[in-house]
């Protein structure tokens, strides 16, 4: 299974040990513990939520890190003692905890609407709004090339990552099933929206496998983000799958001439939620209603290439703050980028991942 961790740039130093408004004493009664994960990302939403907020209320943010295991929630909600308020996580989590009653219910009639009066619910893409959570970036798992590498004939879909005669090189690929399946069956060919239905008969699966059969021999593994463009940079692959935040990451910082094909990428939703019987629920509401309006969400694309789950949001992306990119072409959600998605199905691979990853590990070692 893909670790969230590994997919955020490695941790900026400012942002990890960042404790705003005190945070390294205990909180305050009004004070508000928002969870997240550091690093860069973090650092994105204290520019574009926190220190807003915080500025807008009068009220003080803690910000903790953690690396995604909600576990503590659990924890603090069965012994009466919740302490998070606001917990960023992701959508297969959310569903968990939501099915055990282990967060609150949220009254997502009272999100706030587009500044042209859509209503939240039809803003927000589908899947980012569930009873107990609210929506707040995309991230993508997508194919990433050299533009070195092919100056005359450039890659564009998800069909030539396959096609190791047209284009020839090495493939790198994470060492899991998923994304990989998804990957080859919209290189075969399937529809985005029917990938999870082709995946749910064994002839769609063995469908898979047989196209992941035409580049076993040139693909090399990968198990962490940051591998991915480090094999780019020094050439060991041509083409690789990776986290599109990394692949930014290399272009924007480090001026690779990298390139990402958007065809076919397999997407994935973090969300705010509040811990049930959190100290400051009402309060915890308010941020995540601020932080999840139009402004905010575009406001965060400034700062990293995670894409805002209001449609209302994209074109009022701007350049990255530091780097001077424009940013909307970077964005996972950008219209153009977007037109063959695929959301990762959790509840497809919570019934199949058994399956699906010991049948890989035994196609791996054939």
Request: aromatic letters at 10%; a negative charge.
């Given at each position: 299974?893909?670790?969230?961790?590994?997919r955020?740039?490695?941790?900026?130093?400012?942002?990890?040990?960042?404790?705003?408004?005190?945070?390294?004493?205990?909180a305050l009664?009004?004070?508000?513990?928002?969870?997240?994960?550091?690093?860069?990302?973090?650092?994105?939403?204290?520019?574009a939520?926190?220190?807003?907020?915080?500025?807008?209320?009068?009220?003080?943010?803690?910000?903790?890190?953690?690396?995604?295991?909600?576990?503590?929630?659990?924890?603090?909600v069965?012994?009466?003692?919740?302490?998070?308020?606001?917990?960023?996580?992701?959508?297969?989590?959310a569903?968990?905890?939501?099915?055990?009653?282990?967060?609150?219910?949220l009254?997502?009639?009272?999100?706030?609407?587009?500044?042209?009066?859509?209503?939240?619910?039809?803003d927000?893409?589908?899947?980012?709004?569930?009873?107990?959570?609210?929506?707040?970036?995309v991230?993508?798992?997508?194919?990433?090339?050299?533009?070195?590498?092919?100056?005359?004939?450039?890659?564009?879909?998800?069909?030539?990552?396959?096609?190791v005669?047209?284009?020839?090189?090495?493939r790198?690929?994470s060492?899991?099933?998923?994304?990989?399946?998804e990957?080859?069956?919209?290189?075969?060919?399937?529809a985005?929206?029917?990938v999870?239905?082709?995946?749910?008969?064994?002839?769609?699966?063995?469908?898979?496998?047989?196209?992941?059969?035409k580049?076993?021999?040139?693909v090399?593994?990968?198990?962490?983000?940051?591998?991915?463009p480090?094999?780019?940079?020094?050439?060991?692959?041509?083409?690789?799958?990776?986290?599109?935040?990394?692949?930014?990451?290399?272009?924007?910082?480090?001026?690779?001439?990298?390139?990402?094909?958007?065809?076919?990428?397999?997407?994935?939703?973090?969300?705010?939620?509040?811990?049930?019987?959190?100290?400051?629920?009402d309060?915890?509401?308010?941020f995540?209603?601020?932080?999840?309006?139009?402004?905010?969400?575009?406001?965060?694309?400034?700062?990293?290439?995670?894409?805002?789950?209001?449609?209302?949001?994209?074109?009022?992306?701007?350049?990255?703050?530091?780097?001077?990119?424009?940013?909307?072409?970077?964005?996972?959600?950008?219209?153009?980028?977007?037109?063959?998605?695929?959301?990762?199905?959790?509840?497809?691979?919570?019934?199949?991942?058994?399956e699906m990853n010991?049948?890989?590990?035994?196609?791996?070692?054939?």
């Open positions: 299974m893909i670790s969230a961790t590994q955020f740039r490695a941790p900026l130093a400012a942002a990890c040990a960042l404790a705003l408004a005190g945070a390294a004493s205990p009664a009004e004070d508000l513990n928002v969870v997240s994960w550091g690093g860069a990302y973090t650092k994105s939403q204290v520019k939520y926190y220190e807003p907020w915080m500025e807008e209320t009068g009220h003080n943010i803690n910000s903790i890190d953690y690396d995604g295991n909600v576990a503590p929630v659990k924890a603090q069965e012994s009466g003692n919740v302490t998070w308020d606001v917990v960023d996580v992701e959508l297969s989590d569903v968990r905890l939501c099915d055990e009653g282990l967060l609150e219910i009254p997502l009639e009272e999100l706030p609407p587009a500044a042209d009066g859509t209503p939240a619910e039809e927000f893409i589908d899947g980012s709004l569930m009873d107990c959570g609210v929506g707040n970036i991230w993508s798992t997508a194919i990433a090339y050299d533009e070195s590498q092919f100056p005359d004939n450039p890659p564009s879909s998800m069909a030539d990552f396959f096609d005669e047209t284009f020839p090189g090495k790198g690929l060492n899991t099933a998923k994304a990989n399946l990957f080859a069956l919209i290189a075969d060919g399937v985005p929206g029917d999870y239905d082709v995946l749910s008969t064994p002839e769609g699966v063995d469908r898979a496998f047989a196209m992941l059969d580049i076993k021999d040139d090399v593994w990968w198990d962490a983000g940051a591998q991915p480090q094999m780019l940079a020094d050439g060991e692959v041509s083409m690789t799958s990776a986290y599109n935040g990394r692949i930014f990451n290399a272009i924007a910082v480090e001026d690779k001439p990298f390139k990402i094909i958007w065809d076919g990428q397999v997407f994935y939703i973090d969300l705010f939620v509040i811990p049930k019987g959190a100290p400051n629920k309060l915890a509401w308010d995540i209603k601020f932080a999840t309006g139009t402004q905010p969400l575009a406001d965060q694309a400034a700062w990293i290439s995670y894409g805002p789950v209001r449609q209302s949001s994209v074109p009022l992306i701007g350049k990255h703050a530091e780097a001077g990119i424009e940013m909307g072409p970077h964005m996972p959600t950008a219209p153009e980028n977007f037109e063959t998605a695929v959301q990762v199905d959790h509840y497809w691979w919570a019934d199949h991942a058994d010991e049948r890989f590990n035994a196609w791996l070692a054939q």
